[in-house]
């Protein structure tokens, strides 16, 4: 078996690609500043926001927020897994990639996933001859024909047969008690009962399981790789329940995949979008009628990584569900977990069909063509559909109807990211209650502390409350993050000095007048670095991972990065871990380093990562890329730190104070008469 493709080779591989060629040659570059444009190939635009820069070697889009580098963009463009992609482009530059031994423990892991997938792939097979097999499929087939399905569409989704029976794959695959247990951990066998309900006795040598699926029609799972991972399984009789699904195995998480993905991808070159349905045969008959973008969710309601991943392959995402409570509810759900990803070139659109029709029923009466005019015509808008949902049964002509809608909505909408689109929701809110955006701004604000209010007064019962996450150019807006030149980030004429979204505000000095001083005669060159009019930097945690992004060599300055990655702020901890990266690797550049943080384990750094490494740490107030010195900065921003860290150890020295005033040491006294006096 293969091995593990050492790190150096990696990082010399990237060290000595150019990605500009090996971009250009799949999608035609425009030299734009110093860096080169196009139109995004993963997602569909008119206006160029895909940027790649020979300087970072990397690549990023401010529409979809696709990046990478050039084995990530052999990944996503040709559709290739990370050896393949690494064997591509070392080839390219006539390199032979060499292989490490595993440790045995990674062997063993390793081994038992290839075997799963390889008894999956060969469960696929049975299932399909069965389907071929006459004997036993006269009923399944002309399941089928009813439903409308040629022989061509069965075929590409790969649907088969378990017959009816107890042990047909048993007999097939699991001959012995070891291979019954390998079905088993795949999710394809059961172990029996006794007759407690508890797991019956082994006994050497002999099976103690059935099959999973019997006398069902067989839809196999597949990942964006193509391999089979588990199946969906649509009963022929009266056995319940009507849909079955496989449970999660160690190559299958239901709520990470979705179903019809790959075979979207194959029919598509480039995914207009993509239409959520909520089962197997909904995706299958789309797909017989032309519509070859349809998708589902594995029997689990479609959450923030199904957004993700379908975001990750189109600009646009239709849910189309049935009318009925349980479709509404479905939506509801859905919208949810799509506001949080709501940035610049993105679209969410909902369609609720006629209670008593589902996308299967209504597109063999209607046809592919009429239905793909349904989405266009009454697919709805996410503002639309989210006023329009919350404001059932409420009158907002009346004052309590006007709160009603705002307590229901504002928190919704706080969940959309800083930009464009999330002011012009709240506007549109705004509108329709009358409320000014200040005053809904100041609900969300009570309803978060009312709930912070609630998990401290009960820890043990409610979960703390999340705190909202900080500005930051990884939240796009329509207008701020699509630059006229991708050497510089502009932003929107915000009038006068006001900061681009996810740069801080500069104020006009640090007070310090509500602490206690450190001292008189405190050097000079410890305060913080006053901020220049007209000039925006992002916020000091995260200033701190731009620059390293942009200037790796700056790590060499701090000696010790647990005292980051050992931090309770996010960010703190990145900027921990990316420090230890270069502190035991010092020589990396942008390029190498950037390669090794997209395996970090925190799918929100991952995403921030790139949004960071493109936008310049410090713009001006027409979002120009201003100069600075990384040294400079990079200190200041330490500083930053440590001063609010002071501030909130002064504080909570001075509640505890306040709180013990009976008990106090004479300097104690001291410290709260002057900090008193300060007050006054």
């Not at 559909?385 to 109807?401: A, H, P, S």
């Not at 913080?528 to 200037?551: D, F, N, T, V, W």
């Amino acid at each position: 078996m293969a091995g593990k493709i050492p790190q150096y080779f990696i990082d010399d591989l990237l060290a000595r690609a150019d990605i500009v060629p090996v971009v250009d040659s799949r999608v035609k570059l425009r030299k734009t500043g110093k860096n080169y444009s196009a139109c995004c190939p993963f997602h569909d635009e008119k206006t160029p926001s895909f940027t790649v820069s020979p300087d970072k070697q990397f690549y990023y889009c401010f529409g979809c927020g696709a990046s990478g580098n050039a084995v990530g963009f052999l990944m996503e463009y040709d559709r290739l897994p990370f050896p393949e992609a690494v064997e591509k482009l070392a080839a390219s530059l006539s390199l032979e990639v060499p292989r490490e031994q595993l440790a045995p423990a990674q062997i063993k892991r390793q081994q038992e996933s290839q075997s799963l997938y390889q008894l999956t792939e060969k469960a696929a097979e049975f299932y399909r001859e069965k389907l071929r097999d006459h004997k036993v499929s006269a009923r399944a087939i002309t399941y089928l024909k009813n439903r409308g399905l040629s022989g061509a569409v069965a075929k590409e989704f790969g649907i088969g047969l378990a017959p009816p029976g107890w042990d047909n794959l048993l007999n097939h695959l699991g001959t012995s008690s070891e291979k019954a247990e390998q079905l088993e951990l795949a999710g394809l066998a059961i172990r029996r009962q006794d007759s407690d309900g508890n797991p019956g006795k082994a006994e050497p040598g002999k099976r103690h399981h059935y099959d999973r699926f019997r006398n069902r029609i067989m839809f196999p799972i597949r990942d964006q790789r193509g391999r089979t991972i588990a199946f969906g399984g649509r009963v022929l009789g009266d056995d319940k329940p009507k849909y079955l699904n496989s449970p999660e195995t160690p190559i299958f998480h239901k709520g990470r995949e979705l179903y019809g993905l790959w075979e979207a991808r194959q029919a598509n070159r480039e995914l207009k979008r993509l239409i959520v349905v909520e089962g197997y045969m909904d995706v299958v008959a789309l797909a017989q009628y032309g519509i070859r973008c349809a998708v589902a969710t594995l029997g689990t309601a479609c959450g923030e990584d199904h957004i993700q991943l379908a975001f990750r392959h189109t600009g646009e995402i239709v849910f189309c569900f049935d009318g009925d409570q349980a479709g509404r509810t479905a939506a509801r759900r859905a919208l949810e977990a799509g506001l949080p990803h709501m940035q610049d070139g993105r679209s969410l659109r909902f369609l609720l069909l006629p209670e008593g029709e589902d996308p299967d029923t209504l597109v063999r009466q209607i046809g592919g063509e009429r239905f793909d005019q349904l989405i266009d015509e009454q697919g709805r808008p996410l503002e639309d559909f989210l006023f329009d949902l919350l404001g059932e049964g409420i009158n907002i002509q009346t004052m309590d109807g006007r709160a009603r809608l705002s307590k229901a909505a504002a928190p919704l909408l706080d969940l959309l990211p800083a930009g464009v689109y999330r002011q012009l929701m709240f506007q549109q809110l705004a509108r329709r209650t009358g409320l000014e955006q200040d005053m809904l701004e100041e609900i969300i604000a009570a309803e978060k502390a009312r709930t912070a209010k609630l998990a401290q007064q009960a820890p043990s019962a409610a979960a703390p409350a999340k705190a909202p996450p900080k500005p930051t150019s990884a939240q796009p807006s329509a207008e701020g993050e699509r630059p006229q030149q991708p050497h510089t980030t502009e932003y929107p004429d915000m009038g006068g000095d006001a900061p681009p979204p996810g740069y801080d505000e500069p104020p006009p000095d640090y007070d310090l007048a509500d602490l206690p001083p450190q001292g008189e005669d405190e050097p000079a060159a410890q305060q913080p670095a006053r901020r220049h009019s007209g000039q925006y930097r992002l916020p000091a945690e995260r200033m701190l991972i731009a620059l390293l992004l942009h200037h790796p060599q700056l790590a060499q300055l701090i000696a010790d990065p647990a005292r980051f990655r050992n931090s309770n702020d996010a960010d703190l901890q990145l900027f921990g871990e990316i420090l230890q990266v270069l502190h035991k690797n010092p020589g990396l550049n942008s390029n190498q380093l950037f390669g090794r943080l997209l395996n970090l384990e925190s799918k929100e750094a991952r995403e921030l990562l790139p949004h960071l490494a493109m936008s310049h740490p410090i713009v001006g107030s027409a979002g120009q890329a201003l100069e600075y010195d990384p040294e400079t900065e990079f200190n200041d921003c330490l500083r930053t730190l440590e001063t609010a860290a002071e501030k909130q150890r002064k504080r909570g020295l001075l509640d505890q104070l306040k709180s013990n005033g009976n008990q106090l040491s004479p300097e104690q006294l001291a410290l709260l008469a002057q900090f008193r006096r300060k007050q006054d």
